[in-house]
T-cell receptor, first 112, second 113 residues
Framework: QKEVEQNSGPLSVPEGAIASLNCTYS??????FFWYRQYSGKSPELIMF????GDKEDGRFTAQLNKASQYVSLLIRDSQPSDSATYLC????????????FGAGTRLFVKA | ETGVTQSPTHLIKTRGQQVTLRCSSQ?????VSWYQQALGQGPQFIFQYYREEENGRGNFPPRFSGLQFPNYSSELNVNALELDDSALYLC????????????FGPGTRLTVT
């Protein structure tokens, strides 16, 4: 089992719709959870971080964390073509030293 | 722009050679992490440096080594380069060590021939 798993996609949604991206992780002791957006040929850009169970909203983005079920999700409301990118889920573990583990990413296409 | 800078932007090396990549952290950040990203994959954690000490390491062989300097800038050194080391190398800085949010630089594209 991979430590951080994401559906590779592509996920295709129409402009204005809600895009829902999911991620599961294997280490129950994981402490922090991140969503990054990566455009082709660019480095990852941090869009959300969450440390506690529940929802965290920032503009059109909502991160949801459920530690009991070991999943974290990202909702993008009113999706725009400029949101088309690869979304990376990352989880930080502390197992004799800190490690941040990334999933392979989900490709999102927003159709105009 | 995150304020994290990396040099060089691109690099071509021959198998067996050694390479040094450099990173300057965002102002006020004392922690730097290094990642390797192969095409179509997520970044793979190499190690993290917090206040000049290694604070965590991923599953990379010892020929991947690093340094952090008193100004919190950092170097990644790779010895005995292999073809599979060809990748985008990313540096990320954070305000504190441990599990806090990280901000990435633009990366260094390394090609090993």
């Amino acid at each position: 089992q991979k430590e951080v798993e994401q559906n590779s996609g592509p996920l295709s949604v129409p402009e204005g719709a809600i895009a829902s991206l999911n991620c599961t992780y294997s280490d129950r002791g994981s402490q922090s959870f991140f969503w990054y957006r990566q455009y082709s040929g660019k480095s990852p850009e941090l869009i959300m971080f969450i440390y506690s169970n529940g929802d965290k909203e920032d503009g059109r983005f909502t991160a949801q964390l459920n530690k009991a079920s070991q999943y974290v999700s990202l909702l993008i409301r009113d999706s725009q073509p400029s949101d088309s990118a690869t979304y990376l889920c990352a989880v930080t573990e502390n197992t004799g030293g800190f490690k941040t583990i990334f999933g392979a990413g989900t490709r999102l296409f927003v159709k105009a | 722009e995150t304020g994290v800078t990396q040099s060089p932007t691109h690099l071509i090396k021959t198998r067996g050679q050694q390479v040094t990549l450099r990173c300057s952290s965002q102002s006020g950040h004392n922690t730097v992490s290094w990642y390797q990203q192969a095409l179509g994959q997520g970044p793979q954690f190499i190690f993290q440096y917090y206040r000049e000490e290694e604070n965590g390491r991923g599953n990379f062989p010892p020929r991947f080594s690093g340094l952090q300097f008193p100004n919190y800038s950092s170097e990644l050194n790779v010895n005995a380069l292999e073809l599979d080391d060809s990748a985008l190398y990313l540096c990320a800085s954070s305000l504190r060590g441990g599990h806090y949010e990280q901000y990435f630089g633009p990366g260094t594209r390394l090609t090993v021939t």
